[in-house]
């Protein structure tokens, strides 16, 4: 079972590029979400999907931007990349529409922005 | 949205018990609480949840009190590989919306 993948594990990245971090997931779960943490600040959302064809804003959604053609993927594009899109990108899911619902999260992406 | 308050970082020695207690004043009606574990480089992994009184699984057992303004996540007999960041959080589960708030999280430090 793979349950979350993301790609690519780490990357770098030139300020200006374009860049998409890639989600997938195998479990069929209609919510997913992408996060980023920094150092000191914790997980931050950045953008939500409750199901497939939909997409909303989290905390931090500026300068990033999602599509949720699918109910497996879930891609996190960077139009152009900053240095302060330096982090480390979790993806998550859950099957929202459970009460126990629990998010599984994916290994991550890290990034580094000069 | 509600927001948590834990502290920041923990120390205990193995075998002991330990207690992390996470403030959400202003938690709502249809709001649970969940906590996650997060050890270094990888994503967090989900521990408990509950909604009120108290919560036990084969990781961990949750206390909350009637008023649900602060939880308690409680693990038995801690071992160094309980080194971790811990996560408490309030879901939003209202109108099918389900954004959580990480925030900062408690760095437990198991010490031998």
């Known amino acids: 079972i793979a349950g979350i993948t993301q790609a690519p594990t780490s990357q770098i990245l030139a300020a200006g590029r374009r860049m998409t971090l890639r989600c997938t997931q195998d479990?069929?779960?209609?919510?997913m979400y992408w996060y980023r943490q920094d150092l000191g600040l914790g997980l931050r959302l950045i953008h939500y999907?409750?199901?497939?064809?939909?997409?909303g804003k989290g905390e931090v959604p500026d300068g990033y931007s999602v599509s949720r053609a699918n109910t497996d993927d879930f891609p996190l594009t960077l139009a152009s990349a900053v240095p302060s899109q330096t982090s480390v990108y979790f993806c998550?899911?859950?099957?929202?529409?459970?009460?126990?619902?629990?998010?599984?999260f994916g290994p991550g992406t890290r990034l580094l922005v000069l | 949205l509600a927001k948590t308050t834990q502290p920041i970082s923990m120390d205990s020695y193995e075998g002991q018990e330990v207690n992390i207690t996470c403030s959400h004043n202003?938690?709502?009606?249809?709001?649970?609480i969940t906590w996650y574990q997060q050890f270094p480089s990888q994503g967090p992994r989900f521990i408990i949840q509950?909604?009120?009184t108290k919560v036990t699984n084969e990781v961990a057992s949750l206390f909350i009190p009637a008023d649900r303004k602060s939880s308690t996540l409680s693990l038995p007999r801690v071992s160094l590989s309980d080194t971790a960041v811990y996560y408490c959080?309030?879901?939003?589960?209202?109108?099918?919306?389900?954004?959580?708030?990480f925030g900062t999280g408690t760095r437990l430090k198991v010490l031998a």
């Open positions: 509950g909604y009120k």
């Open positions: 479990m069929r779960h209609n919510a």
């Open positions: 202003n938690i709502a009606t249809n709001d649970y």
């Open positions: 959080l309030v879901g939003d589960k209202g109108s099918g919306t389900y954004k959580y708030i």
């Open positions: 998550a899911s859950n099957p929202g529409a459970d009460e126990q619902e629990t998010q599984y």
């Open positions: 999907s409750n199901t497939a064809g939909t997409t």
